[in-house]
């Protein structure tokens, strides 16, 4: 392993699990409140991007693609309890 792919890791692990943090709050808590949906719905697009990009460019390389992938999974749990906090409010509160 060269040294630029061990700098490379180190990285994209940081920024991997950056997101981690959130979306386990969100499923502990079952809910994303407070959770802005531009900030959700830009991040999904730039990760999108940012994949398009280097599989263009690099193709398949590891240490970034586990950044990415691991992102869109936090991107997905929170976006889950998003959905669902929005249906919970729609349903009528019983007395």
């Known amino acids: 392993m060269m040294i630029s792919d061990?700098?490379?890791w180190i990285g994209s692990a940081a920024f991997a699990v950056c997101g981690l943090p959130q979306a386990w709050n969100c499923?502990?808590?079952?809910t994303a409140k407070g959770i802005s949906p531009a900030f959700i719905v830009l991040w999904?697009?730039?990760e999108v991007c940012y994949i398009a990009g280097v599989l263009m460019k690099f193709g398949w390389v590891n240490?970034?693609?586990f950044n990415y992938i691991t992102n869109i999974i936090s991107i997905a749990v929170i976006s889950w309890y998003m959905v669902r906090d929005?249906?919970?409010q729609r349903l009528p509160r019983s007395p």
């Open 6 to 8: 061990f700098i490379g």
């Open 44 to 46: 999904f697009v730039g």
């Open 86 to 88: 929005r249906k919970m």
């Open 27 to 30: 499923f502990k808590s079952k």
């Open 63 to 65: 240490w970034m693609m």
